[in-house]
């Protein structure tokens, strides 16, 4: 009996000791100070054979945190300037106050966005720091970057020939090869883009050649079972599967990007659809007003799936017109979008059932061209 007490005796002792015992206090971390945000440029402007090469060093100070370095975090944000970081590039560091960009890289950031290619932007950079674990984020100063973009190289090679044709039961032309034309001609938009707009079957496929009247080439699909193909998506060079058309048949219009590699295929549903001739009416030419109009001199020639030109024109000045896609036809026409817009004499944007267009400021002979594919007419001194 003697021995157990002294037992507890001892424990209550031990437990009693420790309780008296003074803890050390617990660290306490500092809110720390924003980084200072520095660059090595305030302008930028690489071209493509700069690519590889490094033309953008950021550096930001301490935020003198609590805590050993290496468990300092920061968030570099760059986005375009007046978006407030809302649609911002973001990359992470831990311990690391310095970063690096080659051209490929921020040009890469900046086509990410929808960037045009060749054009300046004024860009924002900042850092946000904080401990590891997120605590006390602060933001750095705000410093201003003027970068221009550069185009790459295209995902697709263009064609040789710098045109393309489609082809296929899906069109009017079936597998006929070489197919019609001008109707089954794309147009070339740019530099790296070309579209059409073409009656579709459904149920049928086609191809796209870049040489009429020749299998040898082709662009083409990998895999033409991909859900929503018919859409868009990928295409490549001889590849091995047809495109197939869209689920209705109908007007289409085809876009292939070769900057992307990529294709779209969307109803064209403008109305008046794709005419099959297109006549200039109007008191600004020889024929005035009068419909029908004399031909062949008031009309214009296809030249592809989209494009028309009428290849000289008398136009009066202080005068307007219109296009008909029927002559004699006064139920349909395109105009002007908006016959005050600043240039329009020279051309613009047009629309079915549009206004009246004005002609050019001096009399004379023009060439005109009008495109469905973006709904734009040019006008030109001969």
Known sequence: MKI???????????????????????????????????????????????????????NWTDPAYATDTSNQKYILEIDSTGRNFSKAYRKEFLGKRTVTFTAKELNNIMLSWGFEYNKAYDLDMRVISSYANNNERLNSNVVKLNAKTYKVPPKIALPTTGKLYIVGDATNGG?????????????????????????????KEYLILPLNGNWDNK??????????????????????????????????????????G?????????????PDSLYIVGDATTGGWSNPVPIPSQRFT?????????ASVNLTAGKEYLFLPENGNWGKKYGAFDNSTPGIKGGGLFKPEGQNMPAPDVTGNYKISFDLINNVYVVTKL
């Open 175 to 203: 597998w006929t090869n070489p197919v019609p034309t001008p109707t089954q001609e794309l147009t070339r938009i740019d530099e790296t883009t070309f579209g059409g707009i073409f009656n579709m079957t459904a149920g």
């Open 262 to 274: 990529k294709f779209t295929v969307t109803p064209y549903t403008q109305q008046h659809g794709i």
């Open 219 to 260: 662009f083409a699909l990998a895999n033409k079972g991909i859900p929503g193909i018919s859409g868009g998506g990928d295409f490549g060079f001889n590849l091995s599967d047809n495109f197939p058309a869209p689920a209705s048949s109908g007007l289409y219009k085809v876009i292939l990007d070769f900057q992307s």
């Open 4 to 58: 157990i007490t002294k037992i507890w005796f001892l424990a209550f002792a031990v437990i009693g000791f420790a309780a008296c015992e003074k803890l050390e206090d617990l660290p306490l971390y500092g809110p720390g100070t924003a980084s200072v945000l520095s660059s090595s440029a305030a302008i930028v402007a690489p071209l493509p054979a700069d690519s590889n090469k490094n033309i953008l060093t950021l």
């Open 302 to 310: 296809r030249i592809n799936s989209t494009r028309w030109e009428l």
